[in-house]
């Protein structure tokens, strides 16, 4: 069962804890005239405190708390665990803002900034994403014992507390939401993983499906992985580019192995963590804390983002594992239509060129997120909470569903056919019909059509017509759509494929083509992306809607990788993330193969090699082929909601 939601968003502008300092400077007076008000209102109405909270081992963790000044009532905790500092330090020196929204401050809560060991204040060793031990013994300590001695300190130690814990985070402080889940405390009752940090090798951050995210791993490292500089600052100067053109940056690098030799000089430890573990290894699956999701107590409300370039797989996957392994228990996903962490602080009505017609990110602030630590926290409820709330994109419309993926899907599947057609009908063709490309690693295709050297959030909504005028893409399309196709949950690639090497990338992209007289956007202008081009042409635009790579050596195990042999077809199989998107009347839908992503990805030799250690002779040209034959039917499959929805 499913029911739209009212579309009306509330007109209040909030403040994010993340966001604030990054958009201050950008705010117009009358946010720049609300922050200042919410600051004031922060410093006459609470007081801030600083400890040393210790752990069971004798090492000792910084905790900032900021408690109301009205000591005439109780108020819940509410806990952030970060590895970002929790900065200003000093007892005078106060955050912009409080809680994940200016409604938690209003209404009256204990806060409570953590640093997580080894950051920050804190003593001790930090470790990324580090491994969760189920069965602890003596002083062992991980990330949940961690928050569970936090938790035991603060309920010790801050007065008039009502005896209740609540906890978020965004990004990295999401995985320390989800171990604090794992922690088990009794008085924990409400926790919120925010894109959270999840599998490092399959799907979030830093590697995908096997490939690594190079230009956004590199920017991470290069800045948050170098050691901590002081108490006050979570990293060194950012690293200097010299070049705002990421393309060339990254292809002058040479191969993946140089990054270290010629920029980091061994001191990113963990830069040589994530190259050199280049198959699922226990290193990774030490890390993964989706088996351990058992016999939780506490609410759960985990949040993503359709658009996320850097944890769309971590809350569909937490949210998955929560509700399989703990029945009954409260486990609520929330999807918009967000990059990265938008729904902190940003109205999120659109993301690049576009459009969601409505402030997505103020009505999840306020209609979702503060209703839900409300309840569990205060017992105040406002409606019933479903088991998802989800944003539809294309008609731009927020569903409450009881069940994600919705339960009425059924399956539908795209067969590539002859002449760049899409269709449903299996392939009729006998022999090995196929279309091919040359793939040259020396010349990848971009995966955005603008320049920088990041991993830019707006690449996830992008226009796709650059790639598609490439002799080295595969493009499939459909024709215009007589009716609404709105497709919910998993997307399925299944490729016969060949290649000329014994190593290759495959990337698969979902599109949605608008139609020729789709109007352009009023006012028209995209600065943020292209400052020399300040019109933006939607009639023909050809909008990312879910894209995703894999290596092609794990076909058959991500564990023990396989090479191919020269000109034999071989199944390549694999799954994209979630989407909600309907593809409008008028609309088609297309579907681009090709096998280098870059920078956004690592280059694949095409030669079976490991890849950190390859050379630059091991970069060689193949010959690709993709078949969509009846025998070999290349195909993408996804899930299909009933039109009209309910």
Not at 5 to 14: A, E, M
Not at 241 to 254: A, E, I, K, N, V
Not at 293 to 299: C, E, G, I, R, S
Request: net charge negative.
């Amino acid at each position: 069962m499913r029911s739209r939601l009212g579309l009306i968003v509330p007109t209040i502008i909030l403040v994010s804890v993340a966001a604030v300092a990054a958009q201050e400077c950008r705010q117009p007076d009358e946010e720049r005239r609300k922050a200042e008000e919410l600051r004031d209102y922060i410093k006459a109405n609470y007081t801030k405190y600083e400890y040393l909270a210790p752990m069971r081992d004798g090492v000792k963790l910084f905790v900032a708390v900021y408690a109301p000044k009205d000591s005439s009532k109780q108020y819940p905790i509410w806990m952030m665990r970060t590895p970002y500092t929790v900065s200003p330090y000093g007892v005078d020196n106060y955050r912009r803002s409080l809680g994940p929204s200016e409604f938690f401050a209003h209404d009256g809560y204990i806060f409570a900034y953590c640093d997580v060991r080894g950051r920050g204040k804190s003593e001790g060793k930090f470790v990324h994403v580090r491994p969760f031990i189920p069965n602890k013994t003596g002083n062992q300590v991980d990330e949940a014992s961690d928050a569970y001695d936090t938790i035991e300190f603060l309920l010790k130690t801050i007065p008039n507390h009502n005896g209740r814990v609540g906890t978020s985070g965004t990004s990295y402080p999401g995985f320390y939401a989800t171990m604090t889940a794992l922690s088990g405390h009794p008085a924990l009752k409400a926790v919120s993983p925010q894109a959270p940090v999840t599998e490092w090798f399959i799907g979030d951050d830093f590697r995908h499906n096997g490939s690594v995210f190079l230009a956004h791993a590199f920017g991470f490292f290069s800045d948050f992985g170098r050691p901590q500089p002081g108490e006050n600052e979570v990293q060194g100067p950012r690293f200097d580019f010299d070049t705002p053109d990421g393309y060339d940056f990254f292809l002058r690098m040479g191969p993946l192995g140089n990054a270290d030799t010629k920029f980091f000089k061994g001191q990113v430890e963990w830069w040589q963590d994530l190259i050199s573990h280049d198959t699922y290894s226990d290193f990774w699956k030490s890390r993964d804390p989706l088996p351990y999701l058992k016999n939780l107590k506490a609410a759960v409300m985990t949040v993503g983002g359709w658009f996320d370039a850097e944890d769309v797989y971590g809350p569909l996957h937490t949210y998955a594992a929560v509700g399989k392994q703990n029945p009954g228990n409260v486990n609520i996903l929330v999807e918009g239509p967000w990059s990265h962490g938008q729904w902190n602080g940003d109205p999120a009505d659109q993301l690049g060129n576009v459009r969601f017609n409505q402030k997505t990110g103020e009505f999840f602030r306020e209609k979702i997120e503060f209703q839900f630590f409300q309840r569990f926290l205060k017992d105040k409820e406002e409606g019933k909470l479903p088991a998802a709330y989800a944003f539809e994109t294309g008609r731009n419309e927020w569903h409450q569903l009881d069940a994600w993926p919705p339960k009425n899907v059924a399956k539908k599947t795209f067969y590539f056919e002859g002449d760049g057609k899409l269709a449903t009908q299996r392939p009729t063709s006998s022999g090995e019909a196929f279309d091919e490309y040359v793939s040259d690693p020396n010349k990848p295709v971009p995966h955005i059509s603008w320049t920088s050297t990041s991993m830019t959030y707006e690449y996830m909504t992008g226009d796709q017509r650059f790639a598609s005028s490439r002799t080295d893409v595969l493009v499939y399309q459909t024709e215009p759509l007589e009716e609404d196709l709105t497709v919910a949950g998993p997307l399925t690639a299944s490729l016969f494929v060949s290649t000329t090497g014994t190593d290759s990338d495959w990337v698969v992209k979902l599109i949605d083509v608008y139609p020729g007289n789709y109007p352009d956007p009023d006012p028209n202008r995209r600065e943020q992306l292209n400052p020399e081009k300040i019109e933006v042409r939607l009639g023909g635009y050809q909008q990312l809607v879910r894209g995703e790579p894999f290596r092609g050596k794990f076909r058959k195990s991500f564990e023990n990788p396989v090479p191919f042999e020269p000109g034999k077809p071989d199944k390549v199989e694999f799954q994209l993330p979630d989407i909600f998107h309907s593809f409008r009347r008028g609309h088609r839908i297309m579907v681009q193969v090709q096998s280098s992503w870059f920078p956004l990805t690592d280059r694949n030799p095409q030669k079976f090699v490991k890849i950190d250690e390859a050379r630059p002779s091991d970069f060689q040209k193949a010959t690709q082929r993709v078949y969509r034959s009846a025998k070999l039917p290349s195909s993408i499959s996804v899930g299909v909601v009933p039109s009209p929805p309910e």
